[in-house]
C-alpha cells in the first residue's frame, strides 16, 4: 500500500520514514513539505541518507489522492484543521497526528487551544484512535485523529481503573514528565540548551491542552470531574513518564490491583504491566512502540499510584499512527512496529 506523509521534515514525520521504511506492508510513496518543496529529505535529515532518498513534494490534495492509499499528517495544530478535510474531500484516507480532530466539541477546541476549530462536521467524522480502547471503532473510518502524547500514556494507565469503577470521582492527580521531542523540532526559549541543562521545568501548569483531552475519555468511561493534570520538560530527547494517582473506592490489595491491570491488558501486544510492586522507567521503551506501567498500592492513604512511559514520538505519535494504520487497513496491527527498546 502507497503511503504518504506531509510534514515529513517534522520529528513525527521523521519517525513515521522510520517505521515505514521497513514496514512489511506499506511503501513510502511520497513525502511533502510546505516550505521545502523540490529539496532532498536527505538534505534536511541526514540520517535518512541511502535510506529514504526522496523529494519533497508540493502538497497538492487532487494530486496526494491519485498517487497514495494512506497519508499522515504530522502537521502543527491549525494547519492539520485546514489540510484534513482537502484530503478527505479528495478521497484519501487520513491519519493526523495533531490535536485537531480530538475534541469534539468547538468551544472546548478554541478555549484551550485558542485557535480556530475545524467545521463541526469533520470533527464528527474523526475517530479518536486509541487502539487498546476503542479498536472496533478504527476498522470502519477513513480519517482517524491520533491521540496526544501525555493522554495515550495517562489514559492507558488510568482504564484499568476507572473501567473497573475503583477509583473515587475527583481523586484523579497527574504529574506528567516529557522529553524535548515532544515540543517538535522549531526552537523556543524553552528548548534551548541553557534552559533545558541541567534544568527541571513545569509549564502550562493547570492550563495544557490536554486536559480536556483526557477529560473526553475518562467522561465517556463514567469518570465525569475534571482532573489535575500538570507537566514538565525533562532534559531527555525522548520519553514521558506521567505519575497518577486516585483514591481507591475500597481496600485492595497490591497483588489484586496487578491482576486488574494483568487482566485488562492480557491480550494487547503493546502493553506491559510490571511485576507487583515494580515501576517501569523512559528508558525501558526508548523507541519501541510498547507502553509500560506500574501499579502500587498506598495502605496508609487509600491511594493508589500509577507510574505509565511510552516514547513519545512512537506509541505517543508515530508509533501509535501506523498502529492505527494498521487496523484501518485489515493488517496485523503490530505490523512494521517490532522495534526492541534501544537500551541503555
Ligand atoms: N513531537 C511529539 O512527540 C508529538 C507530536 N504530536 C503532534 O504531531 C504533529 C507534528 O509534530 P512534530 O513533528 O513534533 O512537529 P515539528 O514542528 O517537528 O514538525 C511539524 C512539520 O509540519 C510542517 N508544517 C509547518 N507548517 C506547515 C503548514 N502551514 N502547512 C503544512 N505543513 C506545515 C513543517 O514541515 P514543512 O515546513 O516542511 O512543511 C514541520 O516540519 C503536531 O501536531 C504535534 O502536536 C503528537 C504527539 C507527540
Ligand atoms: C514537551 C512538549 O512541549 N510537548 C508538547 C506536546 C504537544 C502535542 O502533542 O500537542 P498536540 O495536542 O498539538 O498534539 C506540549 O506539551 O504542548
Not at 475534541?103 to 485557535?115: H, P, Q, S, V
Request: charged share 20%.
Amino acid at each position: 500500500m502507497k503511503a504518504g506523509v506531509i510534514g515529513a521534515t517534522g520529528y513525527g514525520g521523521a519517525e513515521l520514514l522510520r517505521i515505514l521504511q521497513s514496514h512489511p506492508e506499506f511503501q513510502i510513496e511520497s513525502v511533502y513539505s510546505s516550505s521545502q518543496q523540490g529539496k532532498s529529505i536527505v538534505d534536511h535529515y541526514p540520517h535518512l541518507t541511502n535510506i529514504v532518498p526522496m523529494t519533497l513534494e508540493d502538497i497538492d490534495p487532487a494530486a496526494i489522492s491519485r498517487n497514495t492509499d494512506i497519508v499522515f499528517l504530522a502537521t502543527p495544530s491549525g494547519v492539520s484543521a485546514e489540510i484534513a478535510p482537502l484530503l478527505l474531500k479528495e478521497g484519501c484516507t487520513v491519519v493526523d497526528l495533531s490535536g485537531d480532530f480530538r475534541l469534539k466539541k468547538i468551544t472546548d477546541y478554541e478555549k484551550w487551544y485558542k485557535k480556530t476549530a475545524a467545521p463541526q462536521e469533520w470533527l464528527n467524522r474523526a475517530v479518536y484512535a486509541l487502539p487498546e480502547l476503542n479498536r472496533s471503532s478504527i476498522k470502519d473510518t477513513k480519517f482517524i485523529s491520533n491521540p496526544g502524547c501525555y493522554p495515550t500514556a495517562t489514559l492507558l494507565g488510568l482504564a484499568p481503573l476507572v473501567r473497573n469503577g475503583l477509583i473515587e470521582e475527583g481523586s484523579v492527580i497527574i504529574d506528567a514528565k516529557s522529553g524535548v521531542s515532544g515540543a517538535g523540532q522549531t526552537a523556543s526559549f524553552h528548548t534551548i540548551y541553557n534552559e533545558l541543562n541541567e534544568n527541571f521545568k513545569i509549564y502550562k501548569v493547570n492550563a495544557h491542552q490536554h486536559i480536556p483531552e483526557i477529560e473526553q475519555m475518562l467522561s465517556g468511561w463514567g469518570y465525569e470531574s475534571p482532573i489535575t493534570f500538570n507537566t514538565h520538560l525533562v532534559p531527555m530527547t525522548r520519553g514521558i513518564m506521567a505519575t497518577i494517582y486516585a483514591t481507591l473506592k475500597s481496600d485492595i490489595s497490591q497483588v489484586e490491583i496487578n491482576k486488574v491491570y494483568n487482566d485488562f491488558y492480557k491480550d494487547e501486544p503493546f502493553i506491559r504491566v510490571r511485576k507487583n510492586g515494580t515501576f517501569p522507567a523512559t528508558k525501558e521503551v526508548y523507541g519501541s512502540n510498547f507502553c509500560d506501567m506500574g501499579i502500587g498500592v498506598d495502605t496508609r492513604t487509600g491511594r493508589v499510584t500509577v507510574v505509565s512511559v511510552i516514547d513519545n514520538l512512537m506509541k505517543g505519535a508515530a508509533g501509535q499512527a501506523i498502529q492505527n494504520a494498521n487496523i484501518l487497513c485489515g493488517l496485523d496491527e503490530t505490523a512494521g512496529l517490532h522495534f526492541t527498546p534501544v537500551y541503555p
